[in-house]
């Protein structure tokens, strides 16, 4: 087992169970924190791809940015035990939740399993910013262009939503 | 078949520029204060926008069929048909806006919002590309959500953007996820190109196949396929109504478009107007179980529907199962049908919904017995029960109206692909439907109303949208020749 | 191995030890411009070092303190949170760039610990985990004023880090890279080609967000002794609290750096060229060391001859005189051996190492300035509102940022 084998089962051994950690904590601040290790494992199974922008900004914007607006939130609402109580459910719903999510997860993992990934070798310059850059403002520019109207709409929709008064006086 | 780069795509691309360009000018008209005041403004800013965007959308459906954005998006005469689709039905919207008491007092982000739908419609439509179709998506999505959510001041209108957003979530979630299978299979993003793999490359891979269910969850909760509909009726309940009324047809027709294009495109092969099923993926018995179940569940539930909105909310599921009828039949006839009938869906729903505005405005209640007694109701009323009459007909797809011409072409499609199980369990499921359509219908007229003052629709405006509208279902129930023409030169895909 | 080694650990060594200086940098400024001496007292065998020993002084009482737990505190993330604010403040030197890389016979090598790509967006990357060491303390903690700390901080730095983000694109877009490398090597060595001068507005706003990004007053929010007590670390106590205070100060040097080497030339010696370096070397070291050796025996004599009117009756009372006749005695050898020997001829590696110690040193300079500047700021003004801390980040910086990157990108497209 060579060191690559070996950070890779680190970072693939921590995402996983971060992310469970994000399914079973009791408390939100908790699953908030494991999705952010979570996500740092995932970074740096980027890095072993030799993605490094891509593992740059997945810490950057999720971890460094989305992920402590939630952490924000969660914080600020300080949800009681009492109130975190009445969105659980009976134990026979948990139980068939479970099992539907046990049996999902083996389907998709043996169907994962059975594929052939048709794939090409990675283009010169790789993971390099440049290249991405250049790749987005040439074939790509269209949905870099279409995610951009969608993030400003989204952005004015969430202010919109935000404000307390919508009507004009 | 060409690929354009992006310099001379841009030609092509007119229509919906000047769409992004309305959005951002009505969002700067909004800054200065006198001009925010003017409520007037913004409506006039987004009809002319949408008015400018059909105009361009003709000028540009001259031009030569072609792919465009390095392969991107596809711009032929089905993407034309839905840009002229979506400035329809943006305009009809904006006037209901205009006219309906809940919205009556917006600011000018509502306007902005709805352009912004209206941008997000011919973009999906168009879409060659699953990054695109995913963004796409998601454009119109979001946007939905945060109209839906408009009256944050009142329950219902949060608690239904609450439940879109969390239902929308989980399918867009699913969806990617489904995606991403796909490419991992087929190695590429451009739909055309999965088609020509699964040419070269026959074999039978399970993860293509539950991509491909998964993608449909996605497409299926755009346009409320069984089981992806729950969140409908509270949705269209919760929802400003003449919100409802454009999410039910302009973004419904825009995940049909992108639900067909991509089934037609991506797996199946044209043999001259007939497009034959890639080998391992039955995808015509797939679409055809989904459209049963849809337009069944829809029917049934809607029998005991007393609230208005979820009332049309199922009417809108039902229909959307005899929508996904073409997507089973997989054939040209099919292609016209469904364009035909998105035609026809535009005129009678959005009718049927600037009737119950009216009604709304009228009783301030959602719930059916307010059109208790509306044909006695002076000569407005008559006015407006004659003309929801004609749309609950055309709904049911009864002649002489437009409904029953779509409905005759979709079966007809049917047919054609020797689906005869589904034809028939589809005109046994109209006759349900014509149990609740005709409940309205008797409502009007053989019951008393509540009180009897006449019925409450001022102006001039207003009512001539509804007669108009109610005109249309007939006269395209009668000639229908012009439409079919429409039909006939739209239902071409290039691929 | 070893250079990689060396490359981690010695920068890491050094910024270990200007923490300390820093503290007592910062004790000094406050006291002289506040008008009072600061401290003076601690000393060892009568050495005090102007103050120096303070923070000696300090690093010992913090460790022998009692470690408190607060007893509803959720204790993993009590413990967690100093440990992400340190480990965190330290990661981010890895890619910064110490001096010009070296022409070795097996290649260059470049003197930073990580010669990574994306070095830029990896800083912000890292520093943008650094909140969650203050939340987590904030939450942890199980304190109201903590909490209100920990929220402060995070509002504040998700704010400020669009702004501080894109006040850089300038200068990426000018050296068109992202590498630190790359954007000092651009500069080069003539002032006037310094960011400095190319990006004043990138420079001022760069420098007003990462003030707030290190929660230095006037963006102190986070610990606000009038209103939280003392904010996030108000339940922290021994070395947890030592490690929260550290990281503040290397936090600082972060910033320092990154203002050198973006906006200042980082290593670059005013006028001075790597190459005229080198070929100078020898002459540089001879004269360097001359110059050391005069400046030793200035300071060893001023310090030697000095009355002290200490009242004292320890050894604090001959501090002049423990100090001063060593630095005597070290700046008389040094300049006799210089004379006796002659200017020495250094091979390429020797030459390569003299300009790499005298970039290392303007460097360190340009760093310890911005950290004064810090400490003058921090002793100047006034705390902001929160309400003026927001409205500064989103309506005034950045739509300037925006300009400014708006301006140099045609700018940048023209010329």
Known sequence: MSGFDILFFVFAGFALVSAMGVVVSPNPVYSALSL???????????????????????????????????????????????????????????????????????????????????????????????????????????????????LTVSLIGAVMLAKKNLTKE | MEILNNQDSLWYFLPESVLILTFVVILLFDLPENWSKNRLLAPIVATIGTVLFLALSFYTQQFPEAITFHGMIINDAFTDFFRLFAGLTALITIFLSLKSKEVAQVRAEYWALLVGITLGIPMLAASNNLLMIYLALELISILSYILVGYLHNTKTSSEAAVKYVLYGATASGVMIYGLSLIFGVTGTLNAIEIRQFLISNPAEQLALFIGLLMTLAGFGYK????????????????????????????????????????????????????????????????????????????????LQQTNIKRFLAYSSIAHAGYMLMAAAALNTEALRGVIFYMISY??????????????????????????????????????????????????????????????????????????????????????????????IIKYMYFEEAKEQKPFALTGFSFPSLIVGLAAATVFFGIFWNALSYLTEISAHLLM | MTATLLKIFVPFGVIMQIVPVLIWLERKGAAYIQDRRGPNRASIAGVRLGGLIHSLADVVKLIFKEDIWPTQANRLIYALAPFIAMSVACVTFAVIPWAAPLNLSSGTMSLQALDFN??????????SIGVYGIMMAGWGSNNKFSLLGGLRASAQMVSYELTLSLSVVGVLMLAGSVELGSIVADQGSEVWTWNLVRQPLGFILF????????????????????????GYHTEYSSLKFALFFMA???????????????????????????????????????????????????????????????????????????????????????????????????????????????QFSVFLGKILFFCWV??????????????????????????LALINLVVTAVAVLIL
Do not use: C
């Open chain 3, 248 to 358: 503040e100060y290397v936090n600082m040097i972060i910033a320092s750096a990154l203002m050198a080497t973006l906006f200042l030339g980082g290593w670059q010696v005013p006028f001075a060229g790597t190459e005229f370096l080198r070929d100078h070397a020898s002459n540089i070291f001879y004269y360097g060391l001359l110059a050391f050796g005069l400046f030793s025996i200035l300071v060893g004599g001023f310090l030697a001859l000095r009355r002290t009117k200490v009242p004292w009756k320890d050894a604090r009372r001959f501090e002049g005189k423990i100090l001063g006749i060593p630095a005597l005695v070290v700046g008389i050898g040094l300049i006799f051996w210089q004379f006796t020997q002659g200017p020495v001829v250094l091979g390429t590696l020797g030459s390569q190492a003299t300009a790499a110690i005298l």
């Open chain 3, 118 to 127: 994306t070095g830029i967006l990896f800083i912000f990357a890292i520093a």
């Open chain 3, 374 to 399: 810090f400490i003058w700021v921090r002793w100047t003004l006034p705390r902001f509102r929160y309400d003026q801390l927001m409205a500064l980040g989103w309506k005034v910086m950045l739509p």
């Open chain 2, 223 to 302: 346009i409320s396929m069984v089981p992806f509909h729950m969140w409908a009726p509270d949705v269209y309940q919760g929802a400003p109504t003449p919100v409802t009324a454009f999410l039910s047809v302009g973004p419904k027709a825009a995940g049909f478009a992108i639900l067909l294009r991509f089934i037609y495109t991506a797996l199946t092969q044209d043999q001259g107007g007939v497009y034959v099923p890639l080998k391992y993926i039955d995808i015509s018995t797939l679409m055809a179980v989904f459209a049963l179940a849809t337009m069944t569940l829809g029917n049934f539930v809607a």
């Open chain 1, 36 to 150: 952010v290790l979570t996500l740092f494992s995932v970074a740096g199974l980027f890095l072993l791809l030799q993605a490094e922008f891509l593992a740059v900004v997945q810490v950057l914007t999720y971890a460094g940015a989305i992920l402590v607006l939630f952490v924000f939130i969660i914080m600020l609402l300080n949800l009681s035990d009492f109130e975190l109580m009445e969105v659980r459910m009976g134990n026979l719903g948990k139980a068939l939740l479970t099992l539907a999510a046990v049996v999902a997860f083996i389907t998709l993992a043996f169907v994962v399993h059975l594929t052939r990934i048709t794939g090409d070798p990675a283009v010169e310059g790789f993971g390099d910013i440049s290249t991405l850059g250049r790749e987005i403002f040439t074939h790509y520019v269209i949905p870099f262009e279409i995610a951009g109207v969608l």
């Open chain 3, 207 to 230: 420098v007003v967000a990462a003030f707030a990004e290190t929660n230095r007053t006037p963006f102190d929010l986070a610990e606000a002794e009038a209103e939280l007590v003392a």
């Open chain 2, 346 to 439: 535009l005129i009678m729903n959005m009718g049927a919904f600037a009737v119950a505005i009216a009604v709304i405005n009228d009783s301030g209640s959602e719930e059916l017995s307010a059109f208790k007694g509306l044909g006695n109701r002076g000569r407005k009323g008559a006015l407006a029960a004659v003309a929801m009459t004609l749309f609950m007909v055309s709904l049911t797809g009864l002649p002489p109206t437009v409904g029953f011409v779509g409905k005759f072409y979709l079966f007809s499609a049917v047919i054609e692909a020797k689906i005869y199980w589904l034809a028939v369990l589809g005109v046994l499921n109209s006759v349900v439907s014509l149990y609740y359509y005709a409940k």
